[in-house]
């Protein structure tokens, strides 16, 4: 399957969301990855409800709603209704993952879970038979524009091993300093899905530079 890409609309211009999105929708883009902070889970505030509706209104791509947030559940809803395909929560942000898990299939969006950097995926034994996708950080979020954390490429290994085990169905995504030099080791250890804000919204051409991440 080829590697699917989600650009973060994070490292856009946000005085024209409108047509960052456009642009987005002329791509190769496979969804358009939206980075919810609260200042509270990540020392950062992005935006929330009304903006990811504004940039559903425009969007021709599935929005891959990214929750950095204390009590998902309680804003699970809001961002269903707002326009999000694909809902992620932090692991380390649920207390009854598998309550948050069911919540979001229920809303009938695709169930995603995230893991920080130093979280291990030998948490997810119990749950990944449910899961669509699982995230992993491959940087401490809250920002874009960081540095790819290498261990990353061993805990793909690690999930796909796991996955594989269950006979899953579940994705693997990969958030956070990806770029053209480390996404072809990243697919090859078992990404799915690659995140990319700043390697994309900061190159000269963002539609090429996501056809040449498709094109690995
Ligand atoms: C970080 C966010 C990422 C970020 C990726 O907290 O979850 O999605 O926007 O940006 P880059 O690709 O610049 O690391
Ligand atoms: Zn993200």
Redesign the pocket.
């Known amino acids: 399957m080829p590697i699917q890409v989600?650009p973060?609309?994070?490292?856009a211009d946000f005085a024209n969301l409108q047509s960052e999105v456009e642009l987005l929708n002329k791509s190769q883009a496979d969804y358009i990855?939206v980075?919810i902070?609260d200042g509270v889970f990540?020392p950062?505030i992005s935006f929330g409800i009304p903006v990811t509706e504004a940039i559903y209104r425009h969007a021709k791509k599935p929005l891959d709603v990214?929750l950095?947030i204390t009590n998902p559940d309680l804003y699970l809803e809001a961002f269903r209704n707002a326009g999000a395909s694909v809902i992620s929560i932090h692991l380390e942000a649920c207390s009854h993952l598998n309550r948050s898990i069911q919540a979001i299939k229920s809303l009938g969006a695709k169930a995603g879970v995230?893991l920080n950097p130093h979280t291990s995926v030998a948490l997810l034994e119990d749950s990944i038979e449910l899961l669509d996708v699982v995230?992993l950080?491959?940087?401490?979020?809250?920002?874009?524009?960081?540095k790819?954390i290498e261990n990353t490429y061993s805990k793909i290994s690690r999930l796909k091993d796991l996955i594989l085990s269950k006979n899953a169905k579940t994705l693997i995504e990969v958030?956070?300093?990806?770029?053209l030099e480390n996404a072809p080791r990243l697919k090859e250890v078992g990404a799915d899905i690659l995140?990319?804000?700043?390697?994309?919204?900061?190159s000269v051409d963002p539609i090429q530079t996501i056809a040449d991440l498709k094109a690995i």
């Open positions: 989600a973060s609309i994070l490292a990855h980075d902070m990540v950062n990214h950095m995230t995230c950080m491959s940087v401490n979020p809250g920002f874009g524009g960081q790819f958030d956070g300093g990806v770029n995140v990319a804000g700043s390697f994309v919204f900061n």
